[in-house]
């Protein structure tokens, strides 16, 4: 039998903002699989439990870089320890250089940008000069960059969302409804196809559980798990989601209408996925002890 540790029960914890003892009987439950706990204690207490999942700790700044033409743009995230450092005019002079030499340049990945020529050196070698003056570790984390023949637009809300479309077809109007729409709602895919299989089947685990807990038929549980299922792709897939200037109105339907289709779109948020580690050994004590 898998040994259910102080610590296990910790991480628990905080990824679902779940009741100490709660966190350790659903660990015991699940064999010590984290996962596995993390689906129980959503059937418990719903979506709350995906808490750590939306959070976002760490600093830094999601900037855009969108050619003349409209035919080429970049999409970049550059991480920092704070936010002071995020405000930095040598540090958004970098991440403004950086991300138009991205734009000129196509790398293939975050390592083939460490090698790019900029103005005074290498990307990494400008990096760590930066890093030495301001005194904070900083990561280019991530970016996206897309080549089209239609138009490429990008929008970013406080340099902590950032949006890169592709749209083909429409008008700059559209373009920018769109893409200030996706950044509200954060879709997770354009449609159902790319929903990755394994987050429907734990949607469908959960609604199931759920329905069991509250007593529903056998019979009927099959049907009230699909329909929940269905739902949740409605909310996170693109084309599905109510236009978020009218809601009576899709996104498919108003692509429709204005004779235009959506290429490819990513989003990003400023340390999404990120966890800033937070030592607090008064609680750490606290919750061992409990436990």
Known sequence: MTEITASMVKDLRERTDAP?????????????????????????????????AGRIAAEGIVVAFVAKDGKTGTLLEVNSETDF???????????????TVINEKNPSNIEALKNLSMASGTAEEIR???????????TPRRFVRYQTAGRIVSYVHGGRIGVLLDLQGGDETLGKD????????????????????????????????????????????????????????????????????????????????????????????????????VVDYAAEVAAAAKV
């Open 20 to 52: 100490m003892m709660d966190c350790k009987k659903a660990l015991t439950e699940a064999g010590g699989d984290p996962s596995r706990a993390e689906e129980i204690l959503r059937v418990r207490f719903g979506n709350k439990a995906s808490k750590a």
């Open 85 to 99: 450092c995020a405000k930095n005019e040598d540090f958004l002079s970098y991440v403004h250089d950086l991300v």
């Open 128 to 138: 760590a000069q930066l890093v030495g003056k301001i005194g904070e570790n900083i």
């Open 178 to 277: 769109l893409a200030m729409h996706i950044a509200a709602n954060k879709p997770k895919a354009l449609d159902t196809s790319g929903i990755d299989a394994q987050l429907i089947q734990i949607e469908k685990r959960v609604a199931m559980e759920k329905a069991k807990e509250a007593g529903k038929p056998e019979a009927m549980l099959e049907k009230i798990a699909e329909g929940t299922v269905q739902k949740f792709l409605k909310e996170v897939t693109l084309l599905n989601q109510p236009f978020v200037k009218d809601d009576k109105v899709s996104i498919e339907q108003l692509l429709k209408a204005n004779h235009a289709n959506i290429n490819a779109f990513n989003i990003y948020s400023v340390g999404e996925g990120i966890e800033k580690v």
